[in-house]
């Protein structure tokens, strides 16, 4: 989880925060390396392609549709999902994506 400076008292972002705050550009500082950014914002564009109902994770319909895409068979996605749901929601939260990504 990413920890907030919001004044809502949260301590976490959703994706959707998280989005808004890696396109403003704001305390890149932080990531003084050009190529992590550029894989950040890849794997947070994706991510985005997939979410189609915008609620910050990707259902088994999202990742099946992933898994198509990269040239997964059908029989792949419920191994996929138990694989990649490391807190057990049956939903890919951003985090669990992005470790599956595996570019840091």
């Known amino acids: ?10 301590n976490t972002w959703s994706f959707g925060e998280f989005k808004i705050w890696l396109n403003s550009c704001e305390n890149f500082q932080i990531i003084n390396n050009l ?8 794997a947070v ?5 997939y979410d189609h ?3 910050g994770s ?16 059908d029989g792949d996605v419920e191994l996929a999902r138990q694989a990649l749901d490391t807190d057990g929601n ?9 470790a ?5």
């Open 45 to 49: 564009e994706m991510f985005a392609k």
């Open 100 to 104: 599956w990504l595996n570019w840091f």
């Open 53 to 55: 109902d915008k609620t």
């Open 90 to 98: 049956k939903l890919i939260s951003f985090p669990e994506f992005l």
């Open 1 to 10: 989880a990413v920890v907030s400076t919001q004044s809502t008292g949260s």
């Open 35 to 42: 190529s992590k950014y550029y894989l950040m914002s890849q």
């Open 58 to 73: 990707l259902d088994i319909k999202e990742l099946a549709e992933v898994l198509t895409d990269i040239g997964c068979g």
